[in-house]
């Protein structure tokens, strides 16, 4: 096998350009593998209410649209294999769905591996381990009953096997996002499983493009600064047989990739730089070395690695309740404290209706009082198990059209809609009890 791999991503979440996928994939033409990650730690609390409505929904249904881009490539022959989690609650349902739209656009002969295995929700009711959050330290009991989801975040081991047998397309539910990239390099290059350097430097390759653009010049610090953000270019990693890495775009696109982007994304969303913990590797950044090799290139090295953690953590949504949030726009003179009472108005009739929420927050656009603002948007959010309390909520912005202040409108999309709420729970689960599980679909 060749001493570098080509691993992109196209998809840094749930929302992402859908055209990018394949705009990568013409971009880079050598690129062996794309990566798209759909999952953030809210995505499974929404796909779950899709469930309930569809038992057949629940998953990422933009992957659909994306494969079908990919078509033209597969069809042409092109080796481009795809890795991604937008299988979500149901990676079976999204694997079939992927499958029937690409025999309707006559592209056959590929392989679709389904990774299941992540769903520990049954564990967790069961289970006498008191699963505590680990931030806030409370037992499950205190919500067990509530519980809608419990994800595992898997790791790069049964990725790299569903590749082993010959998958075209990777689609799984939660794993860890880093291991989106580490499975590829960890078939690619047959690394064994401690070959733990090798695999913290894949961790960070994976960390670095996980959030696509971020790392070629989205939400940098110096934002105003990078070139033609309206076609900045998505991030290719070439990772070498040693798991060193060099960052990369595709050439004449938007966008930059130089030391200090980079240094940013490496930190990004990380606690302890000197462990790094990841369903593969516990990672150290301390000894990276990081350097630009060209332009729009930045090479690292030196990641060290030791044996991951002895459990998987777990990503869990429970039902809190229900909740909405309102605005309204006050203008004219004193339009700052005229959008204060009103919000105390909404507030106050609510506690005199024997419907004061369990949380409510009112904000304002300014957030201060200057003096001469002369335009105010009002926000207010509440929060409550109780449904009928946030209804009546939704029911107290619309009077203060006529009985508030002179000119205060903004209600013409009517009253506010009432979602369900959820909270989140991560916690820990042993290893043993998850056991990961590969199907091939035929298409």
Not at 72 to 90: D, E
Not at 103 to 111: G, V
Not at 124 to 133: A, T, V
């Amino acid at each position: 096998m060749a001493n570098v791999v080509k691993i992109g991503n196209a998809q840094g979440f749930w929302g992402d350009s859908p055209s990018a996928p394949a705009t990568l994939a013409h971009q880079v033409p050598d690129m062996g593998y794309l990566t798209l990650d759909y999952l953030a730690e809210v995505s499974m609390s929404i796909l779950a209410k899709q469930r309930q409505r569809d038992p057949q929904a629940g998953y990422a249904r933009d992957f659909i649209d994306v494969a079908a881009s990919l078509a033209p490539f597969w069809r042409g022959g092109r080796k481009l294999r795809i890795v991604t989690n937008a299988g979500a609650l149901n990676p079976a349902s999204c694997a079939r769905a992927v499958a029937q739209t690409l025999r309707s656009l006559d592209c056959r002969a590929l392989r679709i591996a389904v990774v299941s295995g992540d769903d520990v929700l049954p564990a967790l009711r069961h289970s006498q381990n008191d699963f505590s959050n680990l931030e806030s330290g409370r037992p499950l009991s205190d919500v067990n009953d509530r519980l809608v989801t419990a994800n595992a975040y898997l790791g790069a081991a049964p990725l790299a096997d569903a590749l082993a047998q010959g998958a075209d397309i990777v689609i799984t539910g939660r794993v860890a996002d880093p291991s989106l990239t580490v499975g590829p390099c960890l078939y690619h290059f047959g690394w064994n499983h401690h070959d733990y350097d090798r695999l913290a430097g894949a961790t960070v390759a994976g960390h670095l493009i996980e959030c696509g653009t971020q790392v070629t010049g989205g939400i940098t610090t110096d934002w105003l600064d990078v070139p033609d953000v309206a076609h900045i270019g998505y991030p290719v990693v070439e990772v070498a047989e040693d798991g060193s890495c060099t960052v990369t775009k595709p050439p004449r696109t938007g966008g930059r990739v130089n030391e200090a982007i980079v240094k940013e994304q490496l930190v990004y969303e990380i606690g302890d730089p000197g462990n790094y913990l990841s369903p593969d590797a516990t990672v150290s950044f301390l000894s990276l070395r990081v350097s630009e090799a060209g332009p729009d290139r930045v090479h690292l090295a030196g990641a060290s690695g030791r044996p991951p953690p002895s459990t998987y953590k777990v990503s869990a949504t429970y039902r809190v309740g229900f909740r909405a949030s309102g605005t309204l726009t006050i203008f004219g003179r004193g339009a700052h404290e005229k959008a204060r009472r009103c919000g105390e108005i909404i507030l106050q009739r609510l506690r005199e209706a024997g419907a004061e929420p369990a949380e409510s927050r009112v904000d304002y656009l300014p957030a201060t009082d200057d003096g001469g603002a002369m335009e105010v948007l009002l926000r207010v959010t509440v929060s409550d198990p109780r449904r009928e309390a946030v209804e009546r909520f939704t029911r107290e912005i619309a009077p203060l059209v006529t009985c508030g202040p002179q000119g205060t409108t903004g209600y013409a999309e009517g009253r506010p809609a009432v979602h369900e709420a959820f909270g989140y729970w991560p916690t820990l689960i042993d290893r043993e009890l998850v056991r990961p599980r590969i199907e091939i679909l035929e298409v």
